[in-house]
């Protein structure tokens, strides 16, 4: 089946330092997600692009479909980014019909 | 702002028994969705609706059911409730179509079957 493998699998990171987050999947995705989860709590869409560059503060995604893999940069980084960052790959219109990574844990300490 | 409820947010059952998670939404999407998160497995896909008397099968559909009365409200249910059905279920709402497309989840419901 079709299978999303994120890395690292966690990140610790002195505030103000960047994070490249790595996601690999296996299949021709459309699209490729990201989501934040607060430790023990929902998850929030990040960005959503099946192809290129796309911004959205202090974060960049980048997809790269025919490699099959895409990255999230989070600049500047912050203790309230602290949390877990999914990757997840759409194939198809349908939003939500998702194959999520199991995650990269990101610690940011001050 | 989006907003996903669901109820319960934690529930204990016994091997056998019947459980209903329930999953409001007021953002008007017609797509609604219901994952699991297991330590190990990320999140998969148990089942999903395109709107009100719609229910498709997802990933990992064996030993659920599921109900969409209405735009609003989308439940799953376990007629069996099983230990290996422990897990934190989320529900998430999305339009239609991939060009505006965002999903919004709930917070979650912690379900333990002993």
């Known amino acids: 089946g079709q299978q999303v493998q994120q890395s690292p699998a966690s990140l610790v990171l002195q505030e103000g330092e960047n994070a490249e987050l790595q996601c690999n999947f296996s299949?021709?995705?459309?699209?490729l997600q990201w989501f934040y989860q607060r430790p023990g709590g929902s998850l929030v869409s990040l960005l959503s692009?099946?192809?290129g560059t796309k911004h959205t503060g202090r974060l960049t995604s980048t997809t790269v479909t025919k490699e099959r893999r895409g990255s999230l940069h989070i600049s500047s980084s912050q203790i309230t980014d602290s949390g877990t960052y999914l990757c997840?790959?759409?194939?198809?219109?349908?939003?939500?019909?998702?194959?999520f990574g199991h995650g990269t844990i990101l610690r940011v300490h001050p | 702002e989006a907003a996903v409820t669901q109820s319960p947010r934690n529930k204990v059952a016994v091997t056998g028994g019947k459980v209903t998670l329930s999953c409001n939404q007021t953002?008007?999407?017609?797509?609604m969705y219901w994952y699991r998160q297991d330590t190990g497995h990320g999140l998969r896909l148990i089942h999903y609706?395109?709107?009100?008397?719609s229910t498709e099968k997802g990933d990992i559909p064996d030993g659920y059911k599921a109900s969409r009365p209405s735009q609003e409200n989308f439940s799953l249910i376990l007629e069996l409730a099983t230990p290996s059905q422990t897990s934190v279920y989320f529900c998430?709402?999305?339009?239609?179509?991939w060009g505006v497309g965002q999903l919004y989840f709930g917070e979650g419901s912690k379900l333990t079957v002993l």
């Open positions: 998430a709402s999305g339009r239609r179509d």
């Open positions: 692009n099946p192809s």
């Open positions: 953002n008007n999407h017609n797509n």
């Open positions: 609706s395109y709107g009100a008397g």
């Open positions: 997840a790959m759409g194939t198809g219109a349908n939003t939500g019909k998702l194959t």
């Open positions: 299949s021709t995705a459309t699209r």
